[in-house]
C-alpha cells in the first residue's frame, strides 16, 4: 500500500471510531445505506461502460442492501466480527510465522498492536447485545481511533526505522 493510502486509511479509521462512539448502534445502519448507495453508483458506471451483466447485479444488490439493511444489522455485526477476529488472528500468526523482529521496542509494539486490536475489536463487536450495548460501541470507537492511530504512527514510523 502506498504511504497516500496508509494516511487515507488512518484517518478514515479514525473518524469511524469518532463515529461509533457518538452514534453508537444506529451508525451500522447508516453504514448499511452508505453501501448499499455506493453499489447503485458503481453499477450505473458499469452501465455506462457498457458491462451490463455486473451492473444490474450491483444495482440489485445496492437496492436489497438499502431495503433490507437496517433489518439484518445483527447479522452484519456478526460478520464483522468474525471478519475482525479472522483479520487479526491471521495478521498475528504472519508476525510470529515470520518472526517480526524489531530493533527499536516502540515499533515492535506498533507491528503487533495491530493485529491484537483487531481481535479485541472482533471480540467486542460479537458482544454487542444486551445491556452493555453503549459500552461496546464506545469500546470500539475508541479501539478503532488506536487502530488508525497505530495505522499512522507506522506509516511515518517506516521512514524513521
Known amino acids: 500500500m502506498k504511504k497516500t493510502e496508509k494516511l487515507i486509511a488512518a484517518l478514515l479509521m479514525m473518524v469511524i471510531g469518532v ?22 453508483v458503481l453499477g450505473v458506471v458499469d452501465i455506462v461502460q457498457q458491462s451490463v451483466p455486473p ?4 444495482i440489485v444488490s445496492g437496492i436489497f442492501v438499502i431495503v433490507c439493511g437496517w433489518t439484518v444489522v445483527e447479522a452484519v455485526l456478526y460478520i464483522v466480527a468474525a471478519a475482525l477476529l479472522i483479520l487479526g488472528i491471521l495478521l498475528l500468526y504472519d508476525k510470529i510465522k515470520h518472526r517480526v523482529i524489531c530493533a527499536n521496542l516502540l515499533y ?8 491484537i486490536v483487531c481481535i479485541l475489536l472482533g471480540i467486542l463487536l460479537l458482544f454487542h447485545r444486551g445491556a452493555a450495548v453503549n459500552f461496546v460501541f464506545i469500546g470500539c470507537g475508541i479501539l478503532t481511533i488506536i487502530e488508525g492511530g497505530l495505522i499512522l504512527f507506522n506509516t511515518f514510523s517506516e521512514e524513521l526505522f
Open 55 to 58: 451492473a444490474v447485479i450491483k
Open 108 to 115: 515492535a509494539i506498533c507491528e503487533y498492536a495491530v493485529p
Open 19 to 40: 463515529l461509533f462512539i457518538v452514534m453508537k448502534d444506529k451508525f451500522i445502519g447508516i453504514l448499511m445505506t452508505i453501501a448499499g448507495v455506493s453499489l447503485i
